[in-house]
């Protein structure tokens, strides 16, 4: 029995190549400096791997800044504005991923995308139809002779070409199958390069297999790999998917001449029927994901040793491999100091999850698998009761009916209710919560954690920041008000502090494009509200005010898929936990006097299941009715409000109407507003605020430019449904641009009304 991982994160324990990238851009460190880092990193992760006993160590797993992009420059489809600008390689490298400003030219990013349902985000390659694909780089071989330099044989990493054409953005009229034979050629030749540095292995990635698959695909990639692999060059292919199962091309993998196959068993329902319904070829090596790549919770051995006893009928060879590269969970447990050592013992992180694979192989290979010690003492951990429970919450969430979904009366009624109440004008102003979190702000937090700021103290600066918020928006002339979220360094981590059984790490990070790292907390245990969390806030704001002030809170769905889930429960009741202690406080502000109440979803979106016919009965099933219980409670004139930061929900527009709010704004100044047509076209019966203005941009929008948009927005949605408000929260601006955009926007919303009444 072997071991496998499918990648290990880049980022350093400590995220030494996100300060050392950094230190680089501006320009304090050359790029021989950088470079310094990055090798120690790679050969610190080597040793690490190697010292754990893992058979297939990966190489080219290693990225700057990501790994599509990586292929991009291996592939030569970088466009021409990149390398015209005449810097060097490094330099032309970071220009395609972060933009170039500077003395050779002017030139944006590549665009970033969600990578799968991960939080991690890949720069998509452009493709014109004048570009010529063919292997130009020399990354993955560098890196595999790096390591043999190290005694170690590698197994190197890259993309594949199906999935790298489907990632692809098509700027001219070619399209991905255009491209299908230069690719075949390029990978050709990538297998002959490695088959000259004696490589035994390569693994191509393939996660765009797990998707939807139309007859067209599965021929485009069939045809791919038919040529790729009509002379291997003595190298062994593994074709590695992850992220779900490859229902729709199982048959085509197992009849191609591929020598490994890489199948989830983690998240791919229906992986472990695929091989039981179809069986798995003699002469390939079944590559089975069985320790979760994605997740931080200790592996059930007794589960996978099931699992891959039964795989062990169908397939003559079993590897014991991840689910996904380990890029989506953090580096080790080692460093976290304030976790106890109960808590600690049913976690794995990236380093962990080594020896994970350590122990199942030796589980694997001894003569009574259940008899050893570590089989025992993960049997005993798993069967342990878990910490944690909340019994009056489970009570809650399992008597929970119809009619706790149910918001009564119905929204036209309450619409009605509502008009009377808060007399707002034609085309209301507001904001989406969050007003610039100047340097104070950010520096009293870290005076107070510290011990340098008292509590007092503390909450004194934030009562004078919501003052003096509240006083700049009367003068601005805006309808609804907001306090300016002062209080909170995120808008997960602040209600997750405030709830019982969330868990918090101290250098947990994650990658998540670039530099940028997230450090998604822990849903330990049952969730429940163990105190108020903004009411104190909300009040005070309130009461310097006879304008509406519109508490502020993130909605369950959000706060779930920006932490790291339960296993031991599903998604759904983890939702409906978090719901309830939302609903709580939406209640309680309500009984303190906010008459109207955001509940964000942000993230609403992002974890939409990739195939779309697990859509409902996989994600939108629980996660729209979570959103419902939140506010069902409450009185037919409290306004609800939502907001979510992205407009692509045009395929799940009726979902978006049923979450039955009152109110929801949007971005929609960077997509064109085309999602106005959507809404128009679906009698899209919510109060709708798309964003009139970009607020990712320290760009000030004029007066004119913000008429124009509305003008838009009212060809397509009647004036009395339409709110006006920039397209996200203020907290990453500065008030120098933040003031006059604001003044701008209300002096637009003003004229507009003037003239539409
Ligand atoms: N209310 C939050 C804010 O204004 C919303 C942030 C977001 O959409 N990501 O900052
Ligand atoms: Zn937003």
Known sequence: MKTSIIGYPRIGNLRELKF???????????????????????????NLQKNSGLDFIPSNDFSFYDGVLDTAFLLNAVPERYTALGL???????????????????VKALAMKKWYNTNYHYMVPEISDAAELKLVGTKPFDLFREALDQGVQTKPVVLGAYTFLKL??????????????????????????????GAAWVQL?????????????TALFVSIYEKILANKHGVQVLVQTYFGDVRDCYNQLCTLDFDGIGLDFAEGKQSLALVRANGFPKDKTLFAGVVNGKNIWHNNYAHTLSIVQELQKYAAQTVLNTSCSLLHVPCTLANETKLSADCKQHFAFAKEKLTELAELKAIFQSAQPTDTSAYRQNAALHSAPRAGVNADVRAKVAALTDRDFLRLPAFSEREKIQKARFALPLLPTTTIGSFPQTADVKAARTALRKGELSAADYEQLIERKIAECVALQEEIGLDVLVHGEFERNDMVE???????????????????????????????????????????????????????????????VTILNWSFPREDISL??????????????????????????????????????LRKSDWRTDYLDWAIPAFRFVHSGVRPETQIHTHMCYSEFADIITDIDNMDADVITFEASRSDLTILDVLKENHFRTEVGPGVYDIHSPRIPSKEEIKAALAQMLARIPAAKLWVNPDCGLKTRGNAETVPSLKNLVAAAKEVRNENS
């Open 494 to 556: 602040y209600f997750g502090e405030c709830l019982d059984g969330y868990l918090f790490t101290e250098k947990a990070w994650v990658q998540s494009y670039g530099t940028r790292c997230v450090k998604p907390p822990i849903i330990w245990g049952d969730i429940a509200r163990a105190k108020p969390m903004t009411v104190r806030w909300s009040s005070y704001a309130q009461s310097l005010t006879d304008k509406p002030m519109k508490g502020m809170l993130t909605g369950p």
């Open 168 to 197: 692809a953005r098509y700027t001219g009229t070619k399209t991905a199958a255009d491209f299908a034979d230069a690719i075949a050629a390029a990978y050709s030749e990538l297998l002959c390069r490695f088959g000259e540095l």
């Open 88 to 106: 060097s390689a490094l330099d032309t490298y970071f220009a395609a991923a972060r933009g170039y400003q500077g003395e050779k030219g002017d």
């Open 205 to 217: 990635d393939e996660p765009s297999l797990v998707k939807d698959m139309t007859e067209a695909e």
């Open 20 to 46: 050392a990238s950094e230190q680089y851009f501006r320009g304090e460190i050359t790029a021989a400096e950088l470079e310094q880092t990055a090798k120690a990193i790679r050969l610190y992760n080597l």
């Open 572 to 609: 759904k009741e983890s939702a409906f936990q978090i719901a309830l202690a939302i609903r709580e406080e939406v209640l309680d502000l309500e009984a303190n006097g906010i008459r109207i109440i955001q509940v964000d979803e942000a993230a609403l979106r992002e974890k939409l299941p």
